[in-house]
């Protein structure tokens, strides 16, 4: 996989959803507790216009992702490159494909819990009146009525070094992606990485921590070149050092880390002392927790019907890149089809008392209405 950024910070998310984040789209803290009706995996395109299509039956929505940004792959793996199978859009870059997402799901004011991955998703209800209770590994937990599965290839996670007993260290003194940054307020901190996410979190972590050093393997940066200007500024300037090499092993009583002892372009070794490591080495997908979740899987995708792309539980759906049937091609249309139907079924769960009627947005006036274009 080509993708190179391993988590970015918050001024990573698109000047679009940066834009809805100050109006309309919240982003919630890890570690909450929250009831809604319908818990969306995965911001991808087809989670985020399945935002749209309850959000039209008054069905509201979290959407959860692992990266801390919306868009899945089209803002991960190819945000610059043109898209040309959009109905109605002869031509729209993947990240252009979803800021108008992002702006068209505004009106519904959904929750965008993002940097979290759905570990756990339990039954509590019955066929006929679902309830779920989802557990996020941020600890954020959410009660709701359905859950829509758009969890494409899998979760984006990070790729880790291969640096003896690294996995001692996780969630102490190593981590892959940043939550809080004031978690690393007064400590040195060792940054691994070229690309944009090592950058990105240099600049934004040298003024917090008491001391940061970026180590890379060569003195030659994929990240955006005013960023890699900047981390040059402050290194001349003595505010942080840049170190050319790899980690050999690390040094500290685990999970506490003391130090890191690297190689250099040389071959020659030197030592770092830090009591924080971020690694960033990229992304690769994974199928993840979801084989946990007691819904039947073929080959490590999630079967459905095609009248309501319902999986083998009542209440969970599976649209987009991540569901099979017969005839399925992973394109984002396919996804955009398949969420419209999904919704159907989902208002049954979430509105069992009320009855649906077919609209067209053209012509409705309530439709209109919760778009916020009509009175
Ligand atoms: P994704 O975009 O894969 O998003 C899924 C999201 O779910 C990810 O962000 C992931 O982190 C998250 N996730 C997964 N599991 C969890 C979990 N447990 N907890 C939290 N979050 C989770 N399609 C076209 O139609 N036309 C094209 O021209 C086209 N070009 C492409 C070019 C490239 C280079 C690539 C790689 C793909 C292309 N595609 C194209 C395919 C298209 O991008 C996919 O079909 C589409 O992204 C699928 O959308 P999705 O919402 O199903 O999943």
Redesign the pocket.
Known sequence: METNPASKPPSSLSKASLTMTHTALTLAEPGIAAETDVVI???????LFAVFELGLLDIKAHV????PKLG???A???PE?P????PGFPSVTGQGLVDNLVEQIRPFGATFPLS???DSVESLGTPEAPLFRLT?DAGTVIICKAVMI???????QPKKPPIPEIDTYEGTSVFYAVRRMDAFTGKDVLIVGGGDSALDWTLNLQPVARHVTLLHRRDEFRAAPHSVDQMRALVAAGQMDLRIGQVTSLLGTAPHLSGAVCRGGDNAPFSVGCQILLPFFGLTMKM???SGWGINLNENLIPVDTEKFETSTPGIFA????NTYPGKL????S?FHEAALAAQKAHRYVHPDKRLTFQYTTSSSSLQKKLGVYG
């Open positions: 995996i995965g911001a991808g395109p087809c989670g959860i992702d692992i990266l899945g792959q089209c991960e793996l190819y490159k898209i040309y199978d959009i979290q991955m759905i996020s758009a969890a494409g290839g899998g979760s984006f993840g927790p979801i649209i987009g890149d991540i992973k394109l984002i249309l996804g």
